[in-house]
């Protein structure tokens, strides 16, 4: 069965002060691997979708690569709009999306 | 180009009763999934519909069911309500194995 574990599960950072979220996966067969922000109370809203070991991508301040284990969302220099829950989702399937928990992510101005 | 709209925002119902949650779908897309989203934790799939057929099924029972319509729209419908059916219910519209789009999602509470 695919699983998905995200760490941490929440995160402080003061603005400014970069660092990664962590996606880890277990799936029989990889078809794509993506992140999503979420606000509170709102639908996940797409970011990146990554296909293969080595693929990166970026969006402002978000970089998110893959290797066959896991997934990485790095943060650049953060904004306090950047406060959200990041999920991370696989697919193996061609139906479903298996969302991790999801890390909350807290940004201090 | 319009994004994914769901309906209603917010739903109040007591166990037992049965409840419709409508999702149109982002212009251009045919495919629509549905997800349950218990606060603190990720979505779960519940099913996808594919050309008004469901094309797969999480692991939800029967009382879980599904129309989609030749317009795309689709409807998620919970019959023999429980507690702990109290969840965010998020529509997602995609191309067939593309990304997925999610709606800003219907809020059921059961008492």
């Known amino acids: 069965e695919d699983q998905v574990t995200q760490s941490p599960e929440a995160l402080r950072l003061q603005e400014g002060e970069s660092s990664s979220l962590n996606c880890s996966y277990t799936v029989s067969g990889l078809r794509g691997l993506f992140w999503y922000r979420q606000d509170p109370g709102k639908g996940p809203e797409f970011l990146f979708t990554l296909y293969s070991a080595g693929e990166e991508k970026e969006k402002e301040r978000l970089k998110a690569t893959l290797t066959k284990k896991e997934s990485f969302l790095h943060i650049t220099a953060p904004k306090p709009e950047d406060s959200a829950t990041y999920l991370c989702?696989?697919?193996?399937?061609?139906?479903?999306?298996?969302f991790g928990q999801g890390t909350r992510l807290t940004i201090n101005p | 180009e319009t994004g994914v709209t769901q309906s209603p925002t917010h739903l109040i119902k007591t166990r037992g009763q049965q409840v419709t949650l409508r999702c149109s779908s982002q212009s251009g897309h045919n495919t629509v999934s549905w997800y349950q989203q218990a606060l603190g934790q990720g979505p779960q799939f519940i099913f996808q519909?594919?050309?008004?057929?469901?094309?797969g099924r999480g692991n939800f029972p029967p009382r879980f069911s599904g129309l989609q319509f030749p317009n795309y729209s689709s409807e998620l419908n919970v019959n023999a309500l429980e507690l702990d059916d109290s969840a965010l219910y998020l529509c997602?519209?995609?191309?067939?194995?593309?990304?997925?789009?999610f709606g800003p999602g219907t809020r059921l509470t059961v008492l």
């Open positions: 989702a696989v697919q193996s399937q061609p139906q479903k999306l298996v």
């Open positions: 519909y594919y050309r008004e057929e469901e094309n």
């Open positions: 997602a519209s995609s191309l067939p194995n593309n990304e997925q789009f």
